[in-house]
């Protein structure tokens, strides 16, 4: 049977040790030798940020994600493949996005995370805007092309 | 025909609603035509999608490229570049 991701868009934090636990003992196998887990936070961007404020398209984020994480259990072989992305108001510290992927070898459970990641950053609806310290509203965060480029490395070493 | 019309972020911000259900005119085919057409709606419509090749679209939630016929599109959502994650 082919490997269901667990995808979750959520306005509360996650548990980093929990969510690899449930992924890696859930299998009822003992295959998995490898669990590489990312996890992106808020940064304080020098002290000047007080809050990110995140948007998301409400089911098409969840859909979105899910087809990244398809195409990453697909391409990489994964065995398990784990993606929580918050919204709502997140200040600097906090948790915004965990993925874990997991295999039998290290190679593809990092290169499935870095995978849905990068993927994640272009693709999923999802958008910030930044609240400073003293709370005033900001700008919404703009796309960089950094973050395009990074998505386009995987369509050229597959 | 009534096609519901999604918006976030700043497109959201500068056309003042998050969502609106619209008729179509018929000659609107293409995602790009969708584009040109709601920018003759008013000056927060323009405000909004100035550049209208910086706005990405998704047609029942999945994204479509500018040239994507839009026929049988129940939702259609148009929004800034994504940065999340």
Known sequence: MAVQPLVRVQQEDFDLQAEIDSLTQGRGRLDIGAVVTFSGLCRDEGGTLGALELEHYPD??????????????????LFGLTAIH??????????IVLVIAAAPHRQAAFDGANFVMDFLKTSAPFWKKEYAKDGKEGDWVS???????????????? | MMTKLVYFAWVRERIGKAEEE??????????????NHLKTLGE??????????????AINMEHADH???????????LFPPMTGG
């Open chain 1, 60 to 77: 098409m984020a969840e859909a979105e994600i899910s087809r990244i994480a398809d195409l990453a259990i697909e391409r990489f072989g």
């Open chain 1, 143 to 158: 796309a960089r092309d950094a973050d395009d480029a990074a998505r386009a490395k995987w369509a050229a070493k597959k």
């Open chain 2, 67 to 77: 040239d994507e016929p839009i026929a049988g599109a129940r939702e259609i959502g």
């Open chain 2, 44 to 57: 927060e419509y323009e405000t909004a999608l100035q550049f209208p090749e910086a706005i990405r679209v």
């Open chain 1, 86 to 95: 918050r919204y709502g108001k997140i200040a600097p510290g906090e948790n």
């Open chain 2, 22 to 35: 619209i008729s179509l005119p018929a000659e609107v085919i293409t995602v790009g035509d969708l584009l």
